[in-house]
């Protein structure tokens, strides 16, 4: 399957690099899960530039965007933000799924349950499993 690009401004490698050196804990614990195509094969990127964005998680075979936010995504001028990226990465036939921080720290289990029945219904295994 050949992979859709999504552009992305080229000032942001860099800034990702930085970012993926500096990982909150909820994102290290969540990259040791789905690292090195460990979570049903696929491959997920972590700090991922697209347009003018960096995402936390990436998976281009499966349209999926994982988002860990923090204690500042609480206010709402950082929601309304939070919208808009969303919005703008929809048109790129995407699915961006959030988790708080607390969340993938304290309650694990669930948050790969969560991801496990999007992969599940989005990807090839649901073939597999109808037939």
């Known amino acids: 399957m050949k992979r859709k690009l999504i552009p992305y401004e080229p000032y942001l490698k860099e800034l990702a690099r930085k970012l993926r050196n500096d990982s909150t804990l909820g994102e290290v614990l969540l990259w040791k899960e789905i690292n090195n195509k460990q979570f049903y094969g696929y491959d997920f990127q972590r700090q991922k530039p697209l347009l003018n964005y960096i995402v936390d998680f990436y998976c281009c075979e499966l349209n999926l965007v994982i988002e860990i936010d923090g204690l500042y995504h609480n206010h709402e001028e950082q929601y309304n933000l939070d919208l808009l ?27 790969l349950r969560t991801i496990e029945k999007y992969v599940v219904e989005h990807s090839s295994l649901n073939i597999i499993r109808e037939q």
């Open 85 to 111: 990226r969303e919005k703008e990465l929809e048109k790129y036939n995407l699915t961006i799924m959030r988790f708080t921080e607390r969340e993938v720290r304290k309650d694990m289990i669930n948050v």
